[in-house]
């Protein structure tokens, strides 16, 4: 089975612009989460959906969005960049059963400058 | 907020020898995972241990969970060039909270 996919790898984006990230699930998957990564912060949880529904959500301004299409494709969306949204941005997915292990994509850079 | 932390924050050990990293959480578990983390690239999935078990191997790898202390360790036996990473332990189901991990630099 291909993996995780996510694009694109890199970015650099300006303060103020707005910024959609995808992500392509395994096959079969129907649970997809987003986590962004800083130095600071570390591994930070965004949100997760499941079957095309939100079904946790971390802590993160609503500049932070996402969406889940039927075939368990997922984007994220940053509106109004600031510098703090640099990070690396990762996406994973998983049957969304109990117990079950995370897959995680390569990521993508965000720059924001 | 991360759900516990990391010990030791880094590592380096010579290739060959064994690496040991330890990872406190605070609320109680159904699982806990370990991801390696290479040069800033995605997670990869180790082991996954429940919250039932209390040892488990995989190939190199052996993790052990104490659910009484909130702890797990990893060790990684005859480590090599290639096990050069940073290790996370993450606790949750699909909403997965990770400690500050580890960063293991092993020498040849």
């Known amino acids: 089975k291909a993996g995780v996919t996510q694009t694109p790898r890199y970015l650099i984006k300006t303060r103020g612009q707005q910024v959609t990230l995808s992500c392509s699930p395994i096959?079969?998957?129907?649970?997809v989460s987003w986590y962004q990564q800083t130095p600071g912060q570390g591994l930070q949880f965004l949100f997760e959906?499941?079957?095309?529904?939100?079904?946790n959500k971390g802590n993160f301004p609503g500049r932070f969005s996402g969406r889940q299409f039927s075939n368990s494709r997922s984007e994220m969306n940053v509106s109004t960049l600031e510098l703090g949204d640099s990070a690396l941005y990762l996406c994973?997915?998983?049957?969304?059963?109990?117990?079950?292990?995370?897959?995680f994509g390569p990521g993508t850079r965000l720059l924001v400058l | 907020s991360q759900q516990g932390e990391e010990d030791p924050q880094a590592l380096s050990i010579q290739e060959g020898e064994n690496a040991t990293m330890n990872c406190s959480y605070k609320?109680?578990?159904?699982?806990l995972q370990w991801y390696r983390q290479n040069s800033g690239r995605g997670l990869v999935h180790l082991i996954l241990?429940?919250?039932?078990?209390r040892e488990k191997h995989s190939g190199r790898l052996r993790v052990t969970l104490d659910t009484s202390k909130k702890s797990s360790s990893l060790l990684i036996t005859a480590s090599r060039a290639a096990d050069t990473a940073s290790y996370f332990c993450?606790?949750?189901?699909?909403?997965?909270?990770f400690g500050g991990g580890t960063r293991v630099l092993v020498k040849p």
């Open positions: 096959s079969g998957h129907r649970s």
């Open positions: 993450a606790t949750g189901r699909n909403k997965l909270t």
């Open positions: 241990i429940r919250s039932n078990e």
């Open positions: 609320t109680s578990i159904n699982n």
């Open positions: 994973a997915s998983s049957s969304g059963l109990e117990q079950e292990t995370q897959y």
């Open positions: 959906y499941f079957s095309e529904t939100q079904r």
